[in-house]
């Protein structure tokens, strides 16, 4: 038997309760007197600080952020120089002939906008093949040893650029850059030292479970990495996996659905991509964008194409996710989902990022009962989105406000690695939302909603608020939140998170 005896913790603004816990569950919540402490009892000090049920960040992609722990960060370099620099560490660091991956350079922050090509890494890393992906994730730049690997020479789609004497650049956009990705080679022992790596920060940061997707490329990696580290009982949060459509043959034949079914870990079910990104001006969009006028963005299905694939998924049962941002793509979601709304699965289907929703695609998601997830931080880190979309578009991006009053259930999300994984900064950014839009802020109480109730409800959790026979999954904080300032919101620290009654983290315990 083990039990945890939380003293001192302030719940829904009420401060001096005390919660005992018991294999996992809420024994007791008692206000004022305390309860003797079994002798057995692990006991955490409250101080006074706010309990929450456990934080859950619903879309992310932890092997993604596991990877990009160990590839050389790019970021913040201010020419090509400073760029050399890193990658060099990298390829000391790495074995001859391994792969170096690298992610975050931006052109426009080199003198002159000039685009980097192979010219200019070829000297430092002749043996090893580089791929170091640009910070929008849509274009990379590949060495000529990874030209060679990857017998690329002989490519001819524009998607492979050419300079002026026809020679590839090094420098692959879009559909090339997965081609690239997927011949990368990847094992299983990677990807879970990646998902520990990525778990124990997760935990830091007050996540008690992650909805957690795959990626095309890696998905097979990935799943052999999350049963083996489920057999070995080495994860200490709840994941809820979504597959790609790719992965649905080889979840079928290896028997994962029924093997990756408990409360700790579940395949959930399939994520879908309908459009692209604003920053990279692929989301699709109903009118094009503001500043360039002849693009209005990437469907990547047409509509009966989605439809049908949509109708195949949902006739498994799975739980469907499809990412749409730009109006278009939330319409042709919204469209595809509603039509398989209220057949014989009970899932609840969502839309991902749910991005530019005007009022017409809000009532359609209402009427079908389409969930979103959404990602506060886009609202802070999107600084070009005026730009973008006008002054008019503008009012329709990220409307969360309107979302959740006019009854779309809603859960809050980082999209890590786009974005922290932090739901305390998910959270200030959804009161505050950098000062654009202010009437579309949530209050305190709706942020902490998106991260608790609503995200169990739309991971097909049971609800499980803080009283006896609960779940005990908590997140407790430094501090009393109730009446805190939305700015300062982000200044609260996580003093210790709580899985099945087991302490995960504790503030001091590195
Ligand atoms: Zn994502």
Known sequence: MTRLLIRDCSISGVAGHFVLCTDGRIERVSQ????????????????????????????????????????????????????????????RRAAPGDWVTGMGWDQEAFPGGRMPTRADVDDISPANPLALTRVCGHMALLNTRAIEVLGLEGRTSNEYERGSSGELTGIVKERALSEVFSKVPRTSERAAADLQSVESEAARLGLTAMHCILSPEGYREELEAITSLVTSGSLSLRYRVYVPPEALDHVREQGLRDRLAGEGVRINGVKIYADGSLGARTAALREPYSDDPTNSGILRYTDEELAQL?????????????????????????????????????????????????RDLRNKMVRHRIRATVQPLFITSDTWAVDRLGEE???????????????????GSSDSPVESMS???????????????????????????????????????????????SVADFTLLDAETK??????????GVLATVVGGSVVHSYGAG
């Open 310 to 358: 949509v109708e195949r998924v949902d006739a498994d049962g799975y739980q469907i996710i499809i990412h749409a941002i730009g109006d278009r793509a939330v319409e042709q979601a919204a469209e595809a989902l509603g039509q398989v709304s209220g057949g014989g699965n009970p899932m609840r289907h969502r839309v991902e990022h749910a991005s530019l929703v005007p």
């Open 32 to 91: 004022g007197e305390m309860p003797v402490p079994p002798g057995d009892a692990e006991i955490i000090e409250a101080n006074g600080g706010a309990l929450h049920a456990g934080f859950i960040d619903t879309h992310c992609h932890p092997f993604e952020s596991g990877w990009l722990k160990r590839s050389v960060d790019l970021r913040g370099t201010s020419n090509v120089t400073a760029m050399r620099l890193r990658v060099m560490a990298g390829v």
């Open 483 to 492: 009446g805190s300032h939305p700015a300062l919101f982000r200044k609260i």
């Open 393 to 411: 578009r503008v009012r329709d991006l990220y409307p969360l406000k309107s979302m959740l009053a006019e009854g779309i259930v809603t859960s």
């Open 423 to 469: 739901p305390i900064l998910g959270m200030w950014a959804a009161m505050t939302r950098g000062g654009s839009t202010p009437e579309e802020a949530l209050t305190m109480e709706e942020a902490l909603g998106i991260y608790t109730s609503a995200a169990r409800s739309n991971g097909h959790d049971p609800e499980e608020p803080l009283m006896a026979g």
